[in-house]
């Protein structure tokens, strides 16, 4: 009577054995595809990028403005606009916020800002723009990401490496091409219009209605998180939408950067 348990048993056995070998296959196939074939940058490349240049490009056009000379307000209005609970949620890995999602059910809410910090260095890697690579290469190299850089350090390239518009990278360059003026300058309605300007720049600076309801948006945000007063919030609502007229040297530069 124990013989067909027995024969079931090892069968479930040998059967577990080449799940896990295929598993352990595919793993292998993954890892040289992604670490070799297509290249995205590994841990060790994320582990030495510079605090002090471009890390999505060799431009030499591009300013990089460490995050500890960049205003507060800038960074509060980022994190305010883009993702509130940045520094507070428990992991910025993707697979690690699905699972938590699904734990929890709720749906899952990939961290936006590693998400354009992603997009980003992947540019790196020509080869993994295309397809299902895309995709899967998105996944692979935001949880290197999470893993390896401090938030610090991915609010800091978000900063600097989001196109803004007017051939602008970062809020460094932004400030100059909307304003004619440094960051520490900026006013609270100035800074929530270029927190305002990664998700559509190209909208945003020819709409104003559209760029006004935006940095309106952000000031709200700002308020709501108490980062700014009510008083101050209203006076920047109030202020009329003005920034500078581009020039044509930078119109003819608009991603060519």
């Known amino acids: 009577m124990r013989k067909p348990f027995i024969i079931i048993g090892k069968l479930v056995v040998a059967l577990l054995s080449v799940a896990g070998t295929g598993l352990l296959i595919l793993e292998g196939l993954l890892i040289w595809h992604y670490e070799y ?25 591009r300013t990089y403005v460490p995050l500890a000379e960049i205003p507060p307000l800038v960074r509060q209005a ?15 890995n993707p697979l690690i916020e ?17 998400t354009s910090v992603t997009m980003c260095l992947i540019s790196l890697s020509p080869e993994c723009c295309r397809g299902i690579d895309w995709h899967i290469g998105n996944i692979v190299l935001m949880g290197r990401i999470a893993q390896i850089l401090s938030r610090d350090r ?44 990664p998700r559509a720049p ?19 945000r700002l308020s709501k998180a108490n980062i700014i007063s009510e008083t101050e919030a209203t006076t920047a609502r109030a202020r009329p939408l003005q920034f500078r007229e581009p020039s044509p040297d930078n119109e003819s530069q608009q991603r060519k950067l």
């Open 37 to 61: 074939r297509i290249g995205l940058p590994d841990k060790d490349k994320l582990a030495t990028l510079s605090s002090t240049a471009p890390a999505c490009s060799v431009s030499d056009r």
């Open 98 to 114: 699905f699972g938590a999602a699904m734990a929890f059910n709720r749906r899952p809410q990939p961290s936006g800002i590693t």
């Open 78 to 92: 980022a994190i305010a606009y883009e993702e509130p609970e940045f520094y507070e949620r428990l992991s910025l």
């Open 202 to 220: 190209a909208l945003l600076g020819r709409r104003n209605d559209i760029a006004r309801d935006r940095r309106n948006v952000v000031i709200d």
């Open 154 to 197: 991915i609010l800091e390239i978000y900063l600097n490496e989001s196109y803004l518009g007017r051939a602008s990278y970062g809020v460094g360059a932004a400030s100059m091409a909307y304003f004619d003026k440094p960051l520490g300058l900026l006013s609270v309605d100035e800074i929530a219009l270029i927190t305002a300007l």
